[in-house]
Nanobody, 123 residues
Framework: QVQLVESGGGLVQPGGSVRLSCDAS????????MGWYRQAPGNQRELVAS???????TYLNSVSGRFTISRDNAKNTVNLHMNSLKPEDTAVYYC?????????????????WGQGTQVTVAS
C-alpha cells in the first residue's frame, strides 16, 4: 500500500539543471535511507545518491559536486537537484526508500521503488 511517486523529469539542455522529487505515501511509520538510482540504455542500474534519515549523503563519483540529494522527513519526500547536466546523465531515474510500517506482528521493513522518470540531456 506504500507508494513512491517521482516527478520533475524531462528534456534539459547540457549545462542546465533539473530537480527531481519523490513523494512517499501510505501507512508509513518511518523511512530509513532513501536514494536515487538511474539506468541508461544498455547499462546496469546504478546508485546515484543516497541519504540517511540523519542526513548523511553519498554520491556516485561522476555526479559528485553537480548533484545534491536532500530529504524532508516531515513530508516523506526526497529530492535530487541536478546541475551542470551532461548528455551522459541521460537515463531513467528511480527513487528508492526503505519504508518501515507497524504491523500487528511488529515492524516491517520493505524497500520500495518509484516508477521512474526520464531525464534527457540534449541540445
Amino acid at each position: 500500500q506504500v507508494q513512491l511517486v517521482e516527478s520533475g523529469g524531462g528534456l534539459v539542455q547540457p549545462g542546465g539543471s533539473v530537480r527531481l522529487s519523490c513523494d512517499a505515501s501510505g501507512r508509513i511509520s518511518s523511512i530509513g535511507a532513501m536514494g536515487w538510482y538511474r539506468q541508461a540504455p544498455g547499462n546496469q542500474r546504478e546508485l546515484v545518491a543516497s541519504i540517511t534519515r540523519s542526513g548523511s549523503t553519498t554520491y556516485l563519483n561522476s555526479v559528485s559536486g553537480r548533484f545534491t540529494i536532500s530529504r524532508d522527513n516531515a513530508k516523506n519526500t526526497v529530492n535530487l537537484h541536478m546541475n551542470s547536466l551532461k548528455p551522459e546523465d541521460t537515463a531513467v531515474y528511480y527513487c528508492n526508500a526503505d519504508i518501515i510500517t507497524w504491523e500487528q506482528t511488529g515492524m516491517r521493513r520493505v524497500a520500495y521503488w518509484g516508477q521512474g522518470t526520464q531525464v534527457t540531456v540534449a541540445s
